[in-house]
């Protein structure tokens, strides 16, 4: 599929959408708080696999990387987005598109679940409605989800939305003990998958 180059920051690229639950939405100033209290209830879940979370922030740290998240979002060099219950409004996690190659129309999508929502579906629920958005609107061509191969409940959530799983990266990346890691890809393509 080939389509005429355009400046991905000119794309009219919604801020909002919402799945059956939850909305999902690019950040906003003063959404530190919230990301903030999520981090310090999930922080022993989230250390094993995430480098940023070795230490809790505090509230201000949490603020400036929602504050950064969305300018990234605004110029289109990464597409971080918060995971919001609609009915209660409570933060449940943070996803998103990153490593974004808009020449190809390439998106890796991450996420963590704060812990008192994990097991619900939630996340499984955001990164399908992710992915259709990706698709749809984004005109993504390949969408990957890249996790630690220890990682059981990341890789569920693509082998539940029929991402196909494409390799075992071994040795692939520094883990945050400091070991080498082995990474699992799973990716939907078009064409194959959608």
Not at 27 to 37: L, M
Not at 55 to 73: I, K, L
Not at 118 to 124: A, F, P, V
Request: charge should be positive.
């Amino acid at each position: 599929m080939s389509a005429k180059w355009t400046d991905p920051i000119l794309l009219p690229i919604p801020e909002s959408f919402e799945s059956q639950r939850l909305i999902i939405r690019a950040p906003q100033w003063d959404d530190g708080i919230k990301v903030n209290e999520a981090i310090r209830e999930s922080i022993e879940e989230l250390r094993p696999w995430m480098p940023w979370a070795q230490q809790v922030p505090t509230a201000e740290e949490s603020e400036v990387v929602s504050r950064q998240g969305r300018v990234h979002f605004l110029e289109r060099s990464d597409m971080m987005l918060y995971l919001l219950h609609k009915t209660t409004g409570r933060f449940i996690g943070s996803s998103g598109l990153h490593r974004i190659d808009w020449q190809a129309r390439k998106f890796e999508i991450g996420y963590w679940i704060r812990t008192s929502s994990s097991g619900q579906g939630y996340m499984t629920e955001a990164v399908d409605r992710i992915t259709n958005f990706a698709i749809n609107v984004l005109q993504a061509n390949r969408i990957e989800i890249r996790c630690d191969s220890r990682n059981a409940k990341s890789a569920r959530v693509a082998e539940r939305l029929g991402f196909a799983k494409e390799a075992l990266l071994r040795s692939e990346k520094q883990g945050v003990d400091g070991s080498l890691r082995d990474t699992l890809v799973f990716a939907k393509v078009r064409g194959a998958e959608f």
